[in-house]
Structure formats: C-alpha cells, structure tokens
C-alpha cells in the first residue's frame, strides 16, 4: 500500500510542478508539458516493479502511437479558446481527439499496428 501511496504522490507533484511552472512562465510549462514525464514515470514504475522488457517496451511504443492523434488538439484549442471560451474549448478539443483517434486508428490499421 505504501508503494502505491508513494507513486501517486511523485506522479502528481510532477504534474503540479508543471502547472507551478506554467503559471511562472508559459514557455517553459510548456516545454515540460512536452516532455512524456507520466510515461517516464510510468516506465520507471514498471520496471521496479520487475515487469518484463517486452512490456515495457510495448507500453513505450503503444504511448507514441496514442499521441500521435492528440496533436491536432493543442493546434486547435487555442482558436478555439479565443472563440467559444474554455469550457467549450476543452469538451470540443476532447471530441477532436476522439475522432482523430478514432480515425488514425483506422488509418493505421493496415500497417499492422491494433490500437482498438
């Protein structure tokens, strides 16, 4: 339980520093917004947790291929912020990131790579 408890509490200082750092300077928020901190920690956690190499090496691989169709969000959501207001702007770059998952895992499908 203390192992758990631990996990949570240096996964979300890292995403407390980010948005620390965010409202200090919206470069460098961004800039560690970017970097995949979660999937380093997530690596990090399932190789101290002895899991195999061959899931861990799955997990990095299958994280590129779902970032991948979240990219046109954060293209969006800015126009769409000045437009409709946050709210808006975060339920409409949600929906965004559904379809372009949804899409881009079609469209890969033929190359042999299953993201459904």
Same mark, same amino acid.
């Given at each position: ?7 949570? #509490? ?11 750092? &965010? ?8 800039? /560690? #917004? ?25 997990? #990095? ?12 969000? @954060?293209?969006? @959501?800015? &126009? /769409?912020? &000045? !437009?409709?207001? @946050?709210?808006?702007? /975060?339920?409409?770059? #949600? ?13 890969? !499908?033929? @190359?042999?790579? !299953?993201?459904?």
């Amino acid at each position: 339980m203390l192992w758990i408890v631990t996990k949570y #509490a240096i996964t979300a200082a890292v995403v407390v520093l980010v948005s620390e750092v &965010a409202k200090r300077s919206d470069r460098m928020g961004a800039l /560690l #917004a970017s970097l995949p901190l979660v999937t380093l920690l997530a690596l990090i956690w399932l190789h101290v947790e002895r899991q195999p190499a061959e899931k861990i090496a799955s997990h #990095a691989w299958y994280t590129f291929w779902y970032v991948v169709p979240t990219l046109p969000m @954060f293209l969006l @959501f800015p &126009a /769409l912020l &000045a !437009r409709f207001g @946050f709210w808006a702007a /975060l339920g409409m770059s #949600a929906l965004i990131t559904v379809v372009s998952f949804g899409a881009f895992a079609y469209a890969v !499908r033929p @190359f042999g790579i !299953r993201l459904l």
